[in-house]
């Protein structure tokens, strides 16, 4: 039996830009916004992004910590498909480690992907939107956006930076037809850990029992609740930080 869903959910005519759209929740994200009428640039640091091109898919690579790859993303969002009316600040990397175990590179190198390629997204993103009178900007932020976890200081404060950045646009943009919100998942099972741990998706599967639902996320699940911020059907909703954690935060 097929699931009905509310027309505000149709995406028809919309354009969006995706951030970190190779592999994981932005991935599932182009897909979604896809399937539900929307034109894409998916952006991705992995020349791999390419392989998901299609008439309605353009594909763009580079860092998004890189000034030129958000003005370079928008930029090709306007030519091919002719506005910016979605911007998914999606792209981000983690580190596990202790405080005192963090060198200053370290810090950097997690602040200036996380924070400063939202913000550079962000703005060049808002630039359009404020000439167009209406759009809007969804970021992926995290459960340690509000609440302590072991091991996460630099990805922490890189999540709490983003989160309170869309705070910021939503209050010195909202008169100007912008909205801006943020997801906070949970434990999702995807790659962000190759390269860390021997086996990224086992080990994420491991935190299951940490959340009241009894599993971890897929990333289909948070690209849902991307998708419906993203829609009409949130008009109403504007600076908030979405919970998406199976309960994590509620325990």
């Known amino acids: 039996m097929s699931l009905i869903k509310p027309d505000n959910w149709d995406l028809t005519g919309k354009v969006a830009v995706v951030t970190g759209a190779a592999r994981g929740i932005g991935h599932a994200t182009v897909s979604l916004l896809a399937a539900r009428g929307a034109r894409i640039v998916a952006s991705d640091v992995n020349p791999a992004v390419a392989q998901i091109a299609s008439t309605e898919i353009a594909t763009f690579c580079g860092d998004v910590a890189d000034e030129a790859t958000a003005v370079g993303a928008i930029a090709l969002a306007k030519e091919r498909f002719g506005a910016v009316d979605i911007l ?50 969804v970021t992926v932020a995290s459960i340690v956006s509000a609440v302590g976890m072991k091991d996460t ?99």
């Open 88 to 137: 998914v600040n999606n792209a981000g990397r983690t580190m596990n480690k202790a405080l005192i175990d963090m060198s200053v590179d370290d810090w950097d190198a997690i602040m200036t992907v996380n924070a400063r390629g939202n913000f550079l997204h962000s703005r060049e993103a808002v630039k359009v939107m404020i000439d167009q009178g209406a759009g809007v900007i």
């Open 153 to 251: 200081s630099v990805y922490a404060a890189s999540k709490g930076a983003i989160a309170q950045l869309t705070k910021v646009i939503a209050v010195e943009y909202g008169d100007r037809g912008i909205r801006a919100n943020a997801v906070a998942p949970g434990v999702v099972v995807t790659d962000i850990l190759d390269g860390i741990v021997e086996d990224s998706k086992a080990a994420l599967s491991g935190y299951s029992g940490a959340h009241p639902i009894g599993r971890v996320a897929l990333p289909e699940d948070i690209a849902e609740v991307i998708a419906f911020l993203a829609s009409p059907s949130s008009a109403f909703m504007t600076g908030a930080l979405v919970m998406a954690d199976g309960g994590y935060t509620a325990i």
